[in-house]
């Protein structure tokens, strides 16, 4: 059974920093890309990063220039660096992965989600 954990979300002031990780386990042959979304209240979800297996990457515009997004593919890990967050940028940030099993079939995989909050 594949789980992907998430940890780093919290509570921070305007201009500060966050990190948020997401392990992925359980029977993965390997995973192509991995991404963050996140969904505000009332809100749909949205992308707000993604990074392919050979490391290129996509940023939503509102995010570009403040997060970056990487990955160790040894652990099957992703990350989500967060600089001068906003308080636009609270909201529960999921992970999400397309992981391939053993059968060469790709499912694509959501974390439970963490909750980050920027204070004005």
């Known amino acids: 059974q594949v789980q992907l954990v998430e940890s780093g979300g919290g509570l921070v002031q305007a201009g500060g920093s966050l990190r948020l990780s997401c392990a992925a386990s359980?029977?993965?042959?390997?995973?192509?890309?991995m991404g963050w979304y996140r969904q505000a209240p009332g809100k749909q979800r949205d992308l707000v990063a993604v990074?392919?297996?050979?490391?290129?990457?996509n940023y939503t515009d509102s995010v570009k220039g403040r997060f970056t997004i990487s990955r160790d593919n040894a652990k099957n890990t992703v990350y989500l660096q967060m600089n001068s967050l906003k308080p636009e940028d609270t909201a529960v940030y999921y992970c999400?992965?397309?992981?391939?099993?053993?059968?060469?079939?790709?499912?694509?995989?959501w974390g439970q989600g963490t909750q980050v909050t920027v204070s004005s």
């Open positions: 999400n992965a397309r992981i391939v099993f053993a059968s060469l079939h790709e499912y694509n995989r």
């Open positions: 359980g029977g993965i042959f390997s995973i192509n890309a």
């Open positions: 990074i392919t297996s050979g490391g290129s990457t």
